[in-house]
Protein backbone atom coordinates (compact mmCIF):
# COMPACT_ATOMS: atom_id res chain seq x y z
CA UNK A 1 0.00 0.00 0.00
CA UNK A 2 2.64 2.56 1.07
CA UNK A 3 5.16 1.63 -2.26
CA UNK A 4 1.68 2.72 -4.18
CA UNK A 5 1.88 5.92 -2.28
CA UNK A 6 5.15 6.32 -2.70
CA UNK A 7 4.89 5.92 -6.98
CA UNK A 8 2.18 8.67 -6.88
CA UNK A 9 4.67 10.75 -5.28
CA UNK A 10 5.75 12.71 -8.48
CA UNK A 11 2.38 13.24 -9.43
CA UNK A 12 -0.96 15.64 -7.83
CA UNK A 13 -0.39 13.99 -4.51
CA UNK A 14 3.05 15.16 -4.13
CA UNK A 15 1.38 18.58 -4.84
CA UNK A 16 -0.70 17.69 -2.22
CA UNK A 17 2.00 17.41 0.39
CA UNK A 18 3.79 20.62 -0.88
CA UNK A 19 0.32 22.29 -0.13
CA UNK A 20 0.61 21.20 3.32
CA UNK A 21 4.09 22.43 3.82
CA UNK A 22 2.69 25.75 2.64
CA UNK A 23 -0.17 26.13 4.70
CA UNK A 24 0.99 24.07 7.93
CA UNK A 25 -1.10 22.34 9.96
CA UNK A 26 -4.36 24.32 8.30
CA UNK A 27 -5.84 20.43 7.91
CA UNK A 28 -5.12 19.24 10.56
CA UNK A 29 -5.10 21.96 13.12
CA UNK A 30 -2.26 20.28 14.64
CA UNK A 31 -1.13 22.93 17.36
CA UNK A 32 -3.92 22.12 19.52
CA UNK A 33 -1.98 19.01 20.36
CA UNK A 34 0.70 21.46 21.79
CA UNK A 35 -1.38 24.17 23.10
CA UNK A 36 -4.01 24.20 25.62
CA UNK A 37 -6.44 27.08 26.50
CA UNK A 38 -10.07 27.75 27.78
CA UNK A 39 -11.52 28.92 24.61
CA UNK A 40 -15.15 26.90 24.05
CA UNK A 41 -14.66 24.13 20.95
CA UNK A 42 -16.51 24.95 18.18
CA UNK A 43 -16.71 21.07 17.15
CA UNK A 44 -15.80 17.58 19.59
CA UNK A 45 -15.11 14.66 17.94
CA UNK A 46 -14.32 12.53 20.22
CA UNK A 47 -12.01 13.49 22.66
CA UNK A 48 -10.94 15.85 19.73
CA UNK A 49 -11.32 19.40 20.11
CA UNK A 50 -11.62 22.07 17.71
CA UNK A 51 -10.98 25.67 18.07
CA UNK A 52 -12.21 28.90 16.26
CA UNK A 53 -8.75 29.33 15.09
CA UNK A 54 -8.41 25.48 13.52
CA UNK A 55 -11.40 26.86 11.81
CA UNK A 56 -10.23 30.19 10.58
CA UNK A 57 -6.65 29.36 9.15
CA UNK A 58 -8.18 26.66 7.48
CA UNK A 59 -10.81 28.74 6.04
CA UNK A 60 -8.93 31.45 5.32
CA UNK A 61 -6.34 29.19 2.87
CA UNK A 62 -8.41 26.86 1.40
CA UNK A 63 -11.59 28.21 1.00
CA UNK A 64 -11.95 32.08 1.13
CA UNK A 65 -10.56 32.66 -2.31
CA UNK A 66 -14.16 31.09 -3.48
CA UNK A 67 -15.85 34.39 -2.12
CA UNK A 68 -15.49 35.58 -5.54
CA UNK A 69 -17.35 32.82 -7.23
CA UNK A 70 -20.82 33.41 -5.62
CA UNK A 71 -20.16 31.45 -2.28
CA UNK A 72 -21.39 33.57 1.23
CA UNK A 73 -18.93 33.37 3.80
CA UNK A 74 -20.86 31.24 6.34
CA UNK A 75 -21.28 28.28 3.61
CA UNK A 76 -17.42 28.32 2.89
CA UNK A 77 -16.99 27.98 6.72
CA UNK A 78 -19.28 25.51 7.46
CA UNK A 79 -17.78 23.11 4.22
CA UNK A 80 -14.09 24.24 6.16
CA UNK A 81 -16.05 22.79 9.92
CA UNK A 82 -17.19 19.38 8.26
CA UNK A 83 -13.95 19.02 6.61
CA UNK A 84 -11.91 19.23 9.67
CA UNK A 85 -14.40 16.77 11.09
CA UNK A 86 -14.44 14.43 8.40
CA UNK A 87 -10.80 13.96 8.58
CA UNK A 88 -10.38 13.57 12.26
CA UNK A 89 -12.79 10.92 12.04
CA UNK A 90 -11.24 9.38 8.96
CA UNK A 91 -8.06 9.50 11.35
CA UNK A 92 -9.37 8.05 14.70
CA UNK A 93 -10.83 5.41 12.69
CA UNK A 94 -7.47 4.63 10.85
CA UNK A 95 -6.29 4.15 14.41
CA UNK A 96 -9.20 2.26 15.86
CA UNK A 97 -7.97 -0.60 12.92
CA UNK A 98 -4.35 -0.20 14.44
CA UNK A 99 -3.46 1.65 10.89
CA UNK A 100 -0.25 2.54 11.24
CA UNK A 101 2.77 4.77 9.64
CA UNK A 102 6.47 4.30 10.90
CA UNK A 103 8.68 7.09 11.48
CA UNK A 104 10.76 4.91 8.49
CA UNK A 105 8.35 4.63 6.02
CA UNK A 106 8.13 8.51 6.41
CA UNK A 107 11.57 9.77 5.91
CA UNK A 108 11.40 6.81 2.92
CA UNK A 109 8.56 9.08 1.32
CA UNK A 110 10.01 12.44 2.35
CA UNK A 111 12.68 11.48 0.25
CA UNK A 112 11.02 10.74 -2.84
CA UNK A 113 9.45 14.05 -3.05
CA UNK A 114 10.84 16.41 -5.51
CA UNK A 115 10.57 19.62 -3.82
CA UNK A 116 13.29 17.95 -1.15
CA UNK A 117 15.91 16.56 -3.96
CA UNK A 118 18.61 18.41 -6.28
CA UNK A 119 19.29 16.65 -9.48
CA UNK A 120 17.69 13.67 -8.44
CA UNK A 121 18.81 13.27 -4.70
CA UNK A 122 17.51 13.74 -1.44
CA UNK A 123 19.06 17.66 -0.50
CA UNK A 124 18.96 17.99 3.43
CA UNK A 125 19.93 21.56 3.36
CA UNK A 126 16.73 22.02 1.16
CA UNK A 127 14.33 20.21 3.29
CA UNK A 128 15.63 21.87 6.50
CA UNK A 129 15.38 25.54 4.66
CA UNK A 130 12.19 25.11 3.60
CA UNK A 131 10.68 23.87 6.80
CA UNK A 132 12.26 26.56 8.62
CA UNK A 133 10.88 29.23 6.41
CA UNK A 134 7.34 27.82 7.37
CA UNK A 135 8.11 27.73 11.11
CA UNK A 136 8.25 24.04 11.57
CA UNK A 137 10.01 21.26 13.16
CA UNK A 138 11.44 17.85 11.11
CA UNK A 139 9.56 15.94 14.04
CA UNK A 140 6.07 18.18 13.32
CA UNK A 141 6.24 17.85 9.35
CA UNK A 142 7.27 14.30 9.96
CA UNK A 143 3.95 13.89 11.95
CA UNK A 144 2.04 15.92 9.76
CA UNK A 145 3.17 13.55 6.61
CA UNK A 146 2.19 9.96 8.75
CA UNK A 147 -1.35 11.85 9.49
CA UNK A 148 -1.61 12.12 5.50
CA UNK A 149 -0.40 9.04 4.40
CA UNK A 150 -2.49 6.91 7.22
CA UNK A 151 -5.27 8.96 5.44
CA UNK A 152 -4.34 7.88 1.97
CA UNK A 153 -3.97 4.50 3.45
CA UNK A 154 -7.20 4.15 4.63
CA UNK A 155 -8.84 5.96 1.45
CA UNK A 156 -6.95 3.46 -0.95
CA UNK A 157 -7.93 0.47 1.47
CA UNK A 158 -11.31 1.52 -0.10
CA UNK A 159 -11.25 2.75 -3.17
CA UNK A 160 -8.62 0.07 -4.28
CA UNK A 161 -11.12 -2.59 -3.36
CA UNK A 162 -13.16 -1.58 -6.04
CA UNK A 163 -14.01 -2.80 -9.58
CA UNK A 164 -16.18 -2.67 -12.07
CA UNK A 165 -17.78 -5.30 -14.13
CA UNK A 166 -17.56 -5.58 -18.56
CA UNK A 167 -21.42 -5.50 -18.35
CA UNK A 168 -21.09 -2.14 -16.54
CA UNK A 169 -18.99 -0.71 -18.64
CA UNK A 170 -20.55 -1.50 -21.62
CA UNK A 171 -23.65 0.43 -20.31
CA UNK A 172 -21.98 3.19 -18.97
CA UNK A 173 -20.31 3.61 -22.23
CA UNK A 174 -23.63 3.31 -24.15
CA UNK A 175 -24.97 6.01 -22.74
CA UNK A 176 -22.02 7.88 -22.53
CA UNK A 177 -21.44 7.99 -26.07
CA UNK A 178 -25.25 7.91 -27.18
CA UNK A 179 -26.40 10.07 -29.87
CA UNK A 180 -29.78 11.58 -30.41
CA UNK A 181 -30.79 13.01 -33.97
CA UNK A 182 -33.12 15.90 -33.79
CA UNK A 183 -35.03 18.47 -36.12
CA UNK A 184 -34.77 21.85 -35.01
CA UNK A 185 -35.93 25.56 -35.49
CA UNK A 186 -34.85 28.48 -33.69
CA UNK A 187 -37.78 30.85 -32.83
CA UNK A 188 -35.94 34.15 -32.53
CA UNK A 189 -36.97 37.03 -29.36
CA UNK A 190 -38.83 40.03 -31.60
CA UNK A 191 -39.35 43.07 -29.37
CA UNK A 192 -40.36 45.20 -32.64
CA UNK A 193 -43.89 46.83 -32.24
CA UNK A 194 -44.22 46.16 -28.45
CA UNK A 195 -45.71 49.03 -26.36
CA UNK A 196 -44.94 49.74 -23.17
CA UNK A 197 -46.93 52.32 -21.31
CA UNK A 198 -46.25 54.90 -18.89
CA UNK A 199 -48.26 53.61 -16.18
CA UNK A 200 -46.44 50.14 -16.51
CA UNK A 201 -43.02 51.65 -16.63
CA UNK A 202 -44.32 53.71 -13.37
CA UNK A 203 -45.38 50.36 -11.64
CA UNK A 204 -42.74 48.40 -12.21
CA UNK A 205 -40.48 50.85 -10.85
CA UNK A 206 -42.41 51.46 -7.72
CA UNK A 207 -42.45 47.64 -7.18
CA UNK A 208 -38.65 47.09 -8.02
CA UNK A 209 -37.07 50.10 -6.45
CA UNK A 210 -34.25 48.17 -4.60
CA UNK A 211 -33.30 47.38 -8.17
CA UNK A 212 -32.50 50.65 -8.27
CA UNK A 213 -30.93 51.62 -5.13
CA UNK A 214 -27.26 53.55 -5.58
CA UNK A 215 -24.29 51.55 -3.30
CA UNK A 216 -23.78 53.13 -0.04
CA UNK A 217 -20.13 54.99 -0.72
CA UNK A 218 -17.98 56.45 1.67
CA UNK A 219 -13.73 58.20 1.16
CA UNK A 220 -11.77 57.96 3.82
CA UNK A 221 -8.96 59.73 5.18
CA UNK A 222 -6.20 57.49 7.01
CA UNK A 223 -2.60 57.01 8.60
CA UNK A 224 -0.52 54.50 8.41
CA UNK A 225 2.76 52.72 10.25
CA UNK A 226 4.26 49.59 8.77
CA UNK A 227 7.07 47.23 9.13
CA UNK A 228 8.73 47.57 6.17
CA UNK A 229 8.76 51.61 6.28
CA UNK A 230 10.20 51.28 10.21
CA UNK A 231 12.99 48.66 8.77
CA UNK A 232 14.48 51.17 6.46
CA UNK A 233 15.08 53.72 9.37
CA UNK A 234 17.02 50.87 11.23
CA UNK A 235 20.78 49.86 11.10
CA UNK A 236 22.04 47.09 13.33
CA UNK A 237 25.53 47.48 14.86
CA UNK A 238 28.58 45.41 13.88
CA UNK A 239 28.24 44.15 16.87
CA UNK A 240 24.81 42.81 17.04
CA UNK A 241 25.17 41.42 13.79
CA UNK A 242 28.31 39.53 15.09
CA UNK A 243 26.10 38.15 18.46
CA UNK A 244 23.28 37.11 16.28
CA UNK A 245 25.48 35.34 14.35
CA UNK A 246 27.13 33.63 17.48
CA UNK A 247 23.99 33.17 18.81
CA UNK A 248 22.38 31.61 16.03
CA UNK A 249 24.58 29.75 14.64
CA UNK A 250 22.87 26.69 14.22
CA UNK A 251 20.64 28.24 11.97
CA UNK A 252 23.29 29.04 9.49
CA UNK A 253 25.22 25.30 10.15
CA UNK A 254 24.54 22.34 7.92
CA UNK A 255 24.89 19.32 9.67
CA UNK A 256 26.67 16.17 9.05
CA UNK A 257 25.06 14.35 6.15
CA UNK A 258 25.94 10.27 5.12
CA UNK A 259 24.85 8.26 2.23
CA UNK A 260 23.55 5.38 3.22
CA UNK A 261 22.30 1.80 2.32
CA UNK A 262 20.80 -0.86 3.45
CA UNK A 263 19.68 -4.62 3.06
CA UNK A 264 16.39 -4.71 5.27
CA UNK A 265 15.43 -8.60 6.37
CA UNK A 266 11.53 -8.01 7.57
CA UNK A 267 10.13 -9.33 10.76
CA UNK A 268 6.31 -8.99 11.08
CA UNK A 269 5.04 -7.75 14.10
CA UNK A 270 3.16 -10.97 15.00
CA UNK A 271 6.53 -12.87 14.55
CA UNK A 272 7.33 -16.02 16.62
CA UNK A 273 10.63 -16.11 18.65
CA UNK A 274 11.78 -18.80 16.21
CA UNK A 275 10.30 -16.59 12.99
CA UNK A 276 12.59 -13.53 14.39
CA UNK A 277 15.63 -15.82 15.13
CA UNK A 278 15.32 -17.48 11.50
CA UNK A 279 15.17 -13.36 10.19
CA UNK A 280 18.47 -12.54 12.03
CA UNK A 281 20.32 -15.60 11.01
CA UNK A 282 19.74 -14.71 7.26
CA UNK A 283 20.70 -11.36 7.77
CA UNK A 284 23.79 -12.30 9.84
CA UNK A 285 25.00 -14.41 6.50
CA UNK A 286 24.05 -11.15 4.21
CA UNK A 287 26.59 -9.68 6.72
CA UNK A 288 29.21 -12.68 6.05
CA UNK A 289 28.95 -12.42 2.70
CA UNK A 290 29.20 -8.81 2.34
CA UNK A 291 32.61 -8.99 4.46
CA UNK A 292 34.11 -11.46 2.33
CA UNK A 293 33.34 -9.27 -0.36
CA UNK A 294 30.05 -9.87 -1.54
CA UNK A 295 28.60 -6.63 -4.04
CA UNK A 296 26.12 -4.75 -1.43
CA UNK A 297 23.71 -3.26 -4.29
CA UNK A 298 24.03 -7.32 -5.58
CA UNK A 299 22.49 -8.29 -2.37
CA UNK A 300 20.37 -5.47 -1.71
CA UNK A 301 18.54 -6.21 -5.35
CA UNK A 302 18.36 -9.61 -3.99
CA UNK A 303 17.77 -9.89 -0.29
CA UNK A 304 16.38 -6.56 0.83
CA UNK A 305 12.82 -6.33 1.57
CA UNK A 306 12.11 -2.53 1.14
CA UNK A 307 10.47 -2.28 -1.98
CA UNK A 308 11.88 1.52 -2.16
CA UNK A 309 15.00 1.19 -2.11
CA UNK A 310 15.78 -2.39 -3.16
CA UNK A 311 15.36 -1.58 -7.06
CA UNK A 312 18.70 0.83 -6.37
CA UNK A 313 20.66 -0.91 -4.47
CA UNK A 314 19.47 -0.65 -1.27
CA UNK A 315 20.96 3.55 -2.05
CA UNK A 316 18.97 5.50 0.58
CA UNK A 317 20.62 8.54 -0.67
CA UNK A 318 22.36 11.65 1.95
CA UNK A 319 20.54 11.18 5.23
CA UNK A 320 20.41 13.80 7.78
CA UNK A 321 19.71 13.24 11.38
CA UNK A 322 15.88 13.59 12.41
CA UNK A 323 14.40 11.39 9.39
CA UNK A 324 15.13 8.03 10.57
CA UNK A 325 14.48 5.54 12.72
CA UNK A 326 16.45 6.18 15.96
CA UNK A 327 18.25 2.57 16.33
CA UNK A 328 18.98 3.11 12.49
CA UNK A 329 20.13 6.30 12.97
CA UNK A 330 22.18 5.46 15.93
CA UNK A 331 24.49 2.78 13.95
CA UNK A 332 24.27 4.77 10.99
CA UNK A 333 25.89 7.62 12.81
CA UNK A 334 28.37 6.09 14.64
CA UNK A 335 29.45 3.32 11.48
CA UNK A 336 32.97 4.33 10.15
CA UNK A 337 33.00 4.69 6.34
CA UNK A 338 32.53 1.68 4.47
CA UNK A 339 32.20 -0.76 6.96
CA UNK A 340 29.46 -3.19 7.57
CA UNK A 341 27.41 -3.06 10.46
CA UNK A 342 25.81 -5.50 12.62
CA UNK A 343 22.19 -6.65 11.82
CA UNK A 344 20.30 -3.72 13.27
CA UNK A 345 16.78 -4.25 14.70
CA UNK A 346 14.01 -1.72 13.85
CA UNK A 347 10.22 -2.57 14.53
CA UNK A 348 10.26 -3.45 10.93
CA UNK A 349 13.02 -6.14 10.89
CA UNK A 350 16.36 -6.20 10.68
CA UNK A 351 18.72 -3.57 8.53
CA UNK A 352 21.98 -4.11 7.76
CA UNK A 353 23.73 -0.80 6.99
CA UNK A 354 26.82 1.24 4.98
CA UNK A 355 27.64 4.65 5.26
CA UNK A 356 29.42 5.43 1.57
CA UNK A 357 30.21 8.69 1.61
CA UNK A 358 30.16 11.37 4.74
CA UNK A 359 29.74 15.35 4.37
CA UNK A 360 30.77 16.69 7.71
CA UNK A 361 28.93 19.70 9.90
CA UNK A 362 29.73 22.98 7.72
CA UNK A 363 29.23 26.19 8.99
CA UNK A 364 28.06 29.10 6.52
CA UNK A 365 31.02 32.20 7.35
CA UNK A 366 29.83 35.47 8.79
CA UNK A 367 30.75 37.39 5.82
CA UNK A 368 28.47 35.07 3.22
CA UNK A 369 25.39 35.68 5.36
CA UNK A 370 25.61 39.05 7.29
CA UNK A 371 23.15 41.01 4.58
CA UNK A 372 20.76 38.33 5.69
CA UNK A 373 21.25 39.11 9.08
CA UNK A 374 20.74 42.72 8.74
CA UNK A 375 17.59 42.58 6.95
CA UNK A 376 16.24 39.80 10.40
CA UNK A 377 17.69 42.57 12.91
CA UNK A 378 16.30 45.27 11.07
CA UNK A 379 12.81 43.09 10.89
CA UNK A 380 12.91 42.30 14.42
CA UNK A 381 13.09 45.88 15.52
CA UNK A 382 10.98 47.25 13.22
CA UNK A 383 8.06 44.35 14.48
CA UNK A 384 8.88 45.60 17.87
CA UNK A 385 8.72 49.45 17.10
CA UNK A 386 5.32 48.67 15.26
CA UNK A 387 4.06 47.17 18.71
CA UNK A 388 4.80 50.43 20.59
CA UNK A 389 3.73 52.74 17.42
CA UNK A 390 0.21 50.55 17.63
CA UNK A 391 0.19 51.53 21.21
CA UNK A 392 0.73 54.85 20.69
CA UNK A 393 -1.61 55.34 17.91
CA UNK A 394 -4.71 53.71 19.06
CA UNK A 395 -4.11 56.31 21.96
CA UNK A 396 -3.67 59.28 20.40
CA UNK A 397 -6.38 57.91 17.67
CA UNK A 398 -8.56 57.51 20.74
CA UNK A 399 -7.97 60.83 22.85
CA UNK A 400 -8.72 62.81 19.82
CA UNK A 401 -11.69 60.96 18.18
CA UNK A 402 -13.18 63.51 15.83
CA UNK A 403 -9.26 63.78 13.83
CA UNK A 404 -6.00 62.24 12.49
CA UNK A 405 -4.15 65.55 12.74
CA UNK A 406 -3.13 65.16 16.39
CA UNK A 407 -2.40 61.09 15.59
CA UNK A 408 -0.42 62.23 12.20
CA UNK A 409 1.55 65.22 14.59
CA UNK A 410 2.87 63.10 17.50
CA UNK A 411 4.05 59.79 15.40
CA UNK A 412 5.01 62.08 12.20
CA UNK A 413 3.11 60.67 9.91
CA UNK A 414 1.45 61.66 6.62
CA UNK A 415 -2.62 61.55 6.45
CA UNK A 416 -3.87 59.68 2.97
CA UNK A 417 -6.68 60.09 1.20
CA UNK A 418 -9.37 57.50 -1.04
CA UNK A 419 -11.60 57.85 -3.48
CA UNK A 420 -15.03 56.74 -3.13
CA UNK A 421 -15.79 53.10 -2.51
CA UNK A 422 -17.88 50.69 -1.53
CA UNK A 423 -18.93 47.82 0.71
CA UNK A 424 -18.01 45.41 -1.69
CA UNK A 425 -14.84 46.79 -3.65
CA UNK A 426 -12.20 49.53 -3.18
CA UNK A 427 -8.65 50.50 -4.49
CA UNK A 428 -5.92 51.07 -2.73
CA UNK A 429 -6.01 50.41 0.98
CA UNK A 430 -9.51 50.33 0.74
CA UNK A 431 -9.10 47.06 -1.36
CA UNK A 432 -8.67 45.38 2.09
CA UNK A 433 -11.61 44.01 3.69
CA UNK A 434 -11.02 45.23 6.88
CA UNK A 435 -10.90 48.75 6.32
CA UNK A 436 -14.07 48.83 4.80
CA UNK A 437 -15.62 46.75 6.95
CA UNK A 438 -14.60 49.31 9.54
CA UNK A 439 -15.12 52.41 7.16
CA UNK A 440 -19.15 51.61 7.41
CA UNK A 441 -19.16 50.42 10.90
CA UNK A 442 -21.35 52.43 12.92
CA UNK A 443 -18.62 53.79 15.67
CA UNK A 444 -16.82 55.29 11.78
CA UNK A 445 -20.01 56.53 10.11
CA UNK A 446 -20.68 58.82 12.73
CA UNK A 447 -17.40 60.57 12.43
CA UNK A 448 -15.31 58.72 14.88
CA UNK A 449 -11.32 57.50 14.34
CA UNK A 450 -11.45 53.76 14.05
CA UNK A 451 -9.43 51.47 15.94
CA UNK A 452 -6.15 50.45 15.02
CA UNK A 453 -6.45 47.67 12.25
CA UNK A 454 -4.29 45.02 11.20
CA UNK A 455 -3.25 44.69 7.64
CA UNK A 456 -2.04 41.12 6.29
CA UNK A 457 1.15 43.05 4.97
CA UNK A 458 2.30 44.29 8.46
CA UNK A 459 0.74 47.45 8.31
CA UNK A 460 -1.39 48.99 10.74
CA UNK A 461 -3.50 51.70 9.87
CA UNK A 462 -6.44 53.73 11.48
CA UNK A 463 -9.58 55.51 9.37
CA UNK A 464 -11.61 57.99 9.62
CA UNK A 465 -14.67 58.56 7.13
CA UNK A 466 -13.88 61.95 4.65
CA UNK A 467 -16.72 61.45 2.70
CA UNK A 468 -20.20 59.42 2.93
CA UNK A 469 -22.85 59.19 0.48
CA UNK A 470 -25.56 56.98 1.60
CA UNK A 471 -27.58 54.88 -0.59
CA UNK A 472 -30.44 56.27 -2.65
CA UNK A 473 -33.03 55.47 -5.00
CA UNK A 474 -32.09 56.63 -8.71
CA UNK A 475 -35.15 58.82 -9.68
CA UNK A 476 -37.53 57.33 -12.56
CA UNK A 477 -36.38 59.71 -15.26
CA UNK A 478 -32.93 58.03 -15.09
CA UNK A 479 -34.30 54.42 -15.23
CA UNK A 480 -37.21 55.20 -17.62
CA UNK A 481 -35.13 53.45 -20.48
CA UNK A 482 -33.74 50.87 -18.82
CA UNK A 483 -37.23 49.92 -17.34
CA UNK A 484 -39.01 50.01 -20.51
CA UNK A 485 -36.28 47.54 -22.00
CA UNK A 486 -37.10 45.02 -19.05
CA UNK A 487 -40.82 45.30 -19.85
CA UNK A 488 -40.02 44.83 -23.80
CA UNK A 489 -38.28 41.55 -23.60
CA UNK A 490 -40.20 40.40 -20.82
CA UNK A 491 -43.40 41.07 -23.05
CA UNK A 492 -41.61 39.29 -25.87
CA UNK A 493 -40.56 35.99 -24.13
CA UNK A 494 -44.02 35.60 -23.07
CA UNK A 495 -45.50 36.31 -26.02
CA UNK A 496 -42.65 33.97 -28.21
CA UNK A 497 -43.78 31.26 -25.05
CA UNK A 498 -47.31 31.13 -26.38
CA UNK A 499 -46.46 31.09 -29.88
CA UNK A 500 -43.89 28.34 -29.08
CA UNK A 501 -46.46 25.89 -27.31
CA UNK A 502 -49.17 26.40 -30.08
CA UNK A 503 -46.31 25.60 -33.10
CA UNK A 504 -45.76 22.78 -30.36
CA UNK A 505 -49.35 20.88 -30.33
CA UNK A 506 -49.39 21.56 -34.31
CA UNK A 507 -46.26 19.32 -34.04
CA UNK A 508 -47.95 16.94 -31.43
CA UNK A 509 -50.83 16.70 -33.95
CA UNK A 510 -48.69 15.44 -37.22
CA UNK A 511 -47.63 18.35 -39.01
CA UNK A 512 -44.12 18.05 -40.49
CA UNK A 513 -41.79 20.03 -38.71
CA UNK A 514 -40.63 21.47 -42.17
CA UNK A 515 -43.84 22.68 -43.21
CA UNK A 516 -43.97 24.32 -39.71
CA UNK A 517 -40.74 26.31 -40.63
CA UNK A 518 -42.14 27.53 -43.61
CA UNK A 519 -45.02 28.76 -42.58
CA UNK A 520 -42.76 30.92 -40.28
CA UNK A 521 -40.69 31.67 -42.47
CA UNK A 522 -38.02 30.01 -40.71
CA UNK A 523 -34.92 27.19 -41.43
CA UNK A 524 -35.42 23.56 -40.05
CA UNK A 525 -32.02 22.20 -39.35
CA UNK A 526 -30.76 18.81 -38.08
CA UNK A 527 -28.23 17.81 -35.86
CA UNK A 528 -26.68 14.63 -34.19
CA UNK A 529 -26.56 15.72 -30.62
CA UNK A 530 -23.86 14.21 -27.87
CA UNK A 531 -24.33 14.94 -24.14
CA UNK A 532 -20.84 17.37 -24.95
CA UNK A 533 -22.46 19.43 -27.50
CA UNK A 534 -20.43 22.31 -27.13
CA UNK A 535 -22.07 24.89 -29.68
CA UNK A 536 -26.15 23.47 -28.51
CA UNK A 537 -25.18 22.79 -25.08
CA UNK A 538 -28.41 24.14 -23.74
CA UNK A 539 -30.49 22.48 -26.53
CA UNK A 540 -28.50 18.77 -25.96
CA UNK A 541 -29.50 19.48 -22.13
CA UNK A 542 -33.34 19.26 -23.06
CA UNK A 543 -32.94 16.99 -25.63
CA UNK A 544 -31.15 14.00 -23.17
CA UNK A 545 -33.64 15.22 -20.35
CA UNK A 546 -36.10 13.88 -23.02
CA UNK A 547 -37.53 10.31 -23.14
CA UNK A 548 -36.42 8.11 -26.10
CA UNK A 549 -38.95 7.97 -28.87
CA UNK A 550 -41.04 4.30 -29.25
CA UNK A 551 -42.18 2.16 -31.75
CA UNK A 552 -40.87 5.29 -34.11
CA UNK A 553 -42.99 8.01 -32.88
CA UNK A 554 -40.61 11.36 -32.38
CA UNK A 555 -40.33 13.41 -28.98
CA UNK A 556 -41.34 16.95 -29.37
CA UNK A 557 -40.60 19.38 -27.06
CA UNK A 558 -39.66 23.09 -26.94
CA UNK A 559 -36.39 24.42 -25.28
CA UNK A 560 -35.87 28.31 -24.01
CA UNK A 561 -32.78 29.63 -24.77
CA UNK A 562 -30.44 32.10 -22.66
CA UNK A 563 -30.66 34.53 -25.42
CA UNK A 564 -34.75 34.10 -24.99
CA UNK A 565 -35.74 32.69 -28.18
CA UNK A 566 -37.33 29.27 -28.48
CA UNK A 567 -36.04 25.72 -30.08
CA UNK A 568 -38.97 23.95 -31.23
CA UNK A 569 -37.59 20.60 -31.41
CA UNK A 570 -37.96 17.00 -32.78
CA UNK A 571 -36.41 13.95 -31.59
CA UNK A 572 -36.50 11.38 -34.09
CA UNK A 573 -33.83 8.97 -33.53
CA UNK A 574 -31.19 7.59 -30.32
CA UNK A 575 -28.28 6.03 -30.85
CA UNK A 576 -26.11 3.84 -28.04
CA UNK A 577 -22.81 3.99 -28.36
CA UNK A 578 -20.75 1.41 -29.80
CA UNK A 579 -18.80 -0.46 -27.21
CA UNK A 580 -18.22 -3.42 -29.51
CA UNK A 581 -15.77 -0.94 -31.37
CA UNK A 582 -13.72 0.03 -28.47
CA UNK A 583 -9.98 -1.79 -28.67
CA UNK A 584 -9.41 -3.93 -26.02
CA UNK A 585 -6.87 -1.21 -23.80
CA UNK A 586 -9.76 1.17 -24.35
CA UNK A 587 -12.24 -0.49 -22.94
CA UNK A 588 -9.44 -1.64 -19.71
CA UNK A 589 -9.01 2.51 -19.25
CA UNK A 590 -13.01 2.58 -19.47
CA UNK A 591 -13.24 0.12 -16.80
CA UNK A 592 -10.61 1.45 -14.92
CA UNK A 593 -12.63 4.85 -15.18
CA UNK A 594 -15.52 3.81 -13.88
CA UNK A 595 -13.86 1.62 -11.24
CA UNK A 596 -12.05 4.93 -10.12
CA UNK A 597 -15.80 6.13 -9.85
CA UNK A 598 -17.16 3.58 -7.93
CA UNK A 599 -14.00 3.79 -5.33
CA UNK A 600 -14.77 7.28 -4.75
CA UNK A 601 -18.85 6.58 -4.33
CA UNK A 602 -17.44 4.12 -1.97
CA UNK A 603 -15.43 5.96 -0.01
CA UNK A 604 -17.67 8.75 0.36
CA UNK A 605 -20.72 6.06 1.50
CA UNK A 606 -18.21 5.17 4.11
CA UNK A 607 -17.59 8.17 5.68
CA UNK A 608 -20.84 9.30 5.95
CA UNK A 609 -21.57 6.09 7.38
CA UNK A 610 -18.70 6.91 10.19
CA UNK A 611 -20.05 10.41 10.64
CA UNK A 612 -23.72 9.04 11.47
CA UNK A 613 -21.87 7.09 14.13
CA UNK A 614 -19.17 9.12 15.35
CA UNK A 615 -19.42 11.04 18.34
CA UNK A 616 -20.11 14.46 17.25
CA UNK A 617 -21.05 17.66 19.14
CA UNK A 618 -20.86 21.06 16.90
CA UNK A 619 -20.65 24.10 18.60
CA UNK A 620 -21.06 26.27 15.45
CA UNK A 621 -21.66 29.12 14.47
CA UNK A 622 -21.18 30.41 17.97
CA UNK A 623 -23.82 31.76 19.88
CA UNK A 624 -24.54 35.70 20.01
Partial sequence: MLQTIRDRAQGIFAWIILILIIVPFALWGIQNYFDTGTEKPIAVVGDREFFENDLIRLYETQYAQLLEQGYSEDALKKMALDRLINEEILLQTAIDKDMAISETQVAEFIRTLPFFQTEGHFDEEKYKSLLASQGLTSSQFVAQIQRSLLLEQLRRGLTDSSFASTQEAERYYKLLEQHREV?????????????????EVRAYYEGHQNQFQTPEKVSIEYVMISVDQIAKTIEPSEEEVRQYYEEQKPAFTTPERRHIRHILITVSPKATAEQ????????????????????????????????????????????????????????????????????????????????????????????????????????????????????????????????????????????????????EQGEGVAANPK????????????????????LDDGSVVVIRVKDHLPSQIRPLAEVEEEITAILKSQKARQQLEVKAKALLAELDQGVKIDQIARKIG?????????????????????????????SGKAVNLTVPLPDGSQALVQVSKVVEGEYAALKPEEREQLKTAITRLFGSLTFKEYLAQLRSQAKVKVNWPPSE
Fill in 183 to 199: TYLILPLEENGIQVSDQ
Fill in 276 to 423: KRQALEKAKQIRQQLLQGADFAKLARQFSDDPGSKTKGGDLGMVGRGVMEKSFEQVAFDLPLNEISEPVETPFGYHIIQVTEIKPEQVKPFEKVKDQIVQTLRRQEAENRLYELSEQLAQHAYENPQSLEPVAEALGLKIQRTGLFTR
Fill in 522 to 550: LEAKTADLTRTSQELQELANAVFRAPKPE
Fill in 435 to 454: VREAAFSEEVLSGNNSEPID
